[in-house]
């Protein structure tokens, strides 16, 4: 064990976290007189907080002219949180005696507890956990860089942040495991963004990245989360915390850390968190609307494009660009993320046309060129022309040179944005990352300032989804109260009963493993299991050649590597020539202290060619039972194009999984192929998922490849089942 797992499946009420995040009161224990110490510093970050600050240290009767007193007890009054400055060793009594006072909240700044791996950190960390959970008492940390509210100017905190602005109505708020990302992302209040809260969890012994999460989704005037983390030790705790954030219409923006072996290790020795598996991750942030980014520069452009912008009125961006080599760009990066960027009407056209020479572009993109900056009208009339066509639901401009004439511009596009009821971005090309103009944009209502073309655009395809996700949602919500299930409840229980016949961690056989998938509708080739070349032969004869030959082995699970299929049987010649081959190349893996078991030989036809896809499901040791869905056959390890989801999926979001898949075109019909019924092949999608929903407690894997599709004609040809270890 690596990380400290609470057993808690849902996140802290706003309530609750009050004594923590928005305190009235707070004492700092273990201050020490040294300038600079993470106590003194604490207090200097406190000197604009309106609330009563209590010290606590036994050995000093005054620091900075205030007097210290020598325990939690002995404070005049209790406080809602107390910031624990002092040593490891120190923190487990200085906790015990906040807890016996009634405290609300501890914030532990103290290192060197599960993320060091060594047992007895491990435990001592457990024991703070134990502490919280038994008084009732929130505890951020250990390891905890501390929290910030700019709304008390409760600046709880040993680092440096930003000094307090004013707010505006919305602002954003951030939820970060790691405190130096936290304490990174705050500096964006110096470009003119307003941030209300900064909140970091540190190891999270009690409160953890999801609890923050929830609180930011609960407090009114947050407008936008943002969230940065490696792991969790609770996906339900964040599964919830996540759909709070939707129920509240709070857009969501995580950077998930620790996606790759490296990073995941690393995570460890950070936080002692478990990373994951990513591709978890990512099938339960595409559930629950999040916006998940690739990296960490992409978090704060993206949040403070969701702060200013409502759902999209239309998926379609004019891109308003002043060199051609910018409209090639924007035109690439719309590609690449899928952003359309359609025609306008034939009037918005032309009165576009009317402002850009012939040597620019009169076409989305638009290539306005530089005649622009001589003509002061050209640039309102294109902007206010574009944001009043519905066909765009945002317009894009660039800016690759730097000067007063930008904030010109955005307020220009911001307004007309504004009396359409759409969104603006001017996406920054220039190396001069502040120059004129970045801080209006910043700081303006209805347009967000990318300082890449690719976010911009990654943005604008978030957006879309989101939208599209809530519209498909709100939609099932009105139509639907109960799930309807595809799968009857008699055959979920004739399923079972068939897996509880395989030993616990074992591989069914294909027969068997079809046999317990046909109870949950999923459409089979037929097979016949044959002992003998001659009952090979007249199997054959009774489906028609040409046929295959498997050997049935649960332990042979991958067949085809093993040399035990021969496909293309056309007579009954090749059939008895076949079956003596896989039969003697299933003994060649056979070893002394482990025999192979061969059931026998299953014959089934051959079907015609048809597109081939591979549909499953795995048994994620965080997020439970999920559905893959992608290209299959010999080649579903090498091309790696498969979509994740959390199981069970509706018709809907199977329909949206196959949407993902890079080859999904193929679906529509391919080399002579016709298109495949997609209403279909997410019926069966659905009938997988529900299998692995189940069976989750007695099935680990789920293998249905391939999945030959031909238009409606779909069939699993080959289908493999592991069983949980245990269950």
Known sequence: MRAVTLQRDTAYSHAALAPLIAPRSVAIAGISAREGSFGWTTLANLRDFGGAVHLVNPSRAEIAGRPCYPNIAALPDVPDCVVIAAGRDAVEELVLECAEAGVGACIVYAAGYAETTLPERIAM??????????????????????????VSRAVLSFAAYPAPRALPGRWIGIASQSGAMANSLSQVVEQGSPVGLVLSAGNGCDVDVADLIAYL?????????????????????????????????????????????????????????????NTAYRAAFDRHGVVAVNDFESLVEAAQFF??????????????????????????????????????????????????????????????????????GAFPACAEALMSDPTFGAVMMTTNWSSSKVADRSRVLAEAAARHGKMACNVWLSPWLDGPGARETQEAPNIALFRSMDRCFATLAAWHRRGALRVARDMADAHSTTSVRATAASAREAARALLLQAPAGAALSERRSKEVLAHYGIPLVPDRLVQTADEAVA???????????????????????????????????????????VMANAQRHATADRP?????????????????????????????????V????????????????????????????????????????????PPVDRDRLAEIVVRASEFMADQADLVAELDINPLICEGSRIAAVDALIVRAASG
């Open 125 to 150: 960390q457990a024991r703070l956990g134990e502490i919280a959970a038994s008084s009732g008492m929130r505890i951020a940390g250990p390891n905890c860089l501390g929290v910030v509210n700019y």
């Open 217 to 277: 989704a609960d407090e009114p005037d947050c407008g936008a989360i943002v969230s940065v983390f490696e792991g969790v030790t609770n996906a339900r705790r964040l599964t919830d915390a996540m759909e709070r954030a939707w129920r509240a219409d709070k857009p969501l923006v995580i950077y998930k850390m620790a996606t790759g072996e490296l990073g995941a290790q690393a995570a460890v020795s950070h936080t002692g968190s478990l990373a994951g598996a």
């Open 307 to 376: 702060l200013k912008a409502t759902a999209p009125r239309a998926r379609g961006v004019a891109a308003l660009n002043t060199s051609g080599g910018c409209t090639v760009m924007s035109a690439d990066k719309a590609e690449v993320h899928g952003v359309p960027l359609p025609q306008p009407l034939p009037a918005v056209q032309a009165a576009v046309a009317a402002h850009i020479p012939d040597y620019g572009s009169a076409r989305n993109p638009f290539d306005m060129t530089a005649q622009m900056l001589t003509e002061p």
């Open 539 to 581: 199997a054959a004869e009774d489906f028609g050649m040409p046929v295959v030959l498997k050997v049935e082995s649960p332990d042979l699970p991958h067949k085809t590597e093993a040399g035990v299929v021969r496909l293309n049987l056309r007579n009954a010649e090749a059939v008895r020539e076949a079956f003596g081959e």
């Open 596 to 628: 192979v078991r061969v059931d026998g030989v299953l014959v089934q036809p051959m079907l015609s060619r048809g597109l081939e896809l591979v549909v499953g499901g795995r048994l994620d040791a965080q997020f439970g039972p999920l559905v893959v």
């Open 630 to 673: 992608g290209l299959g056959g010999v080649w579903v390890e090498v091309l790696r194009d498969t979509a994740v989801g959390l199981a069970p999926v509706t018709r809907s979001q199977a329909g949206a999984l196959l949407a993902q898949l890079s080859a999904q075109g193929a679906l529509d019909g391919f080399r002579g192929l």
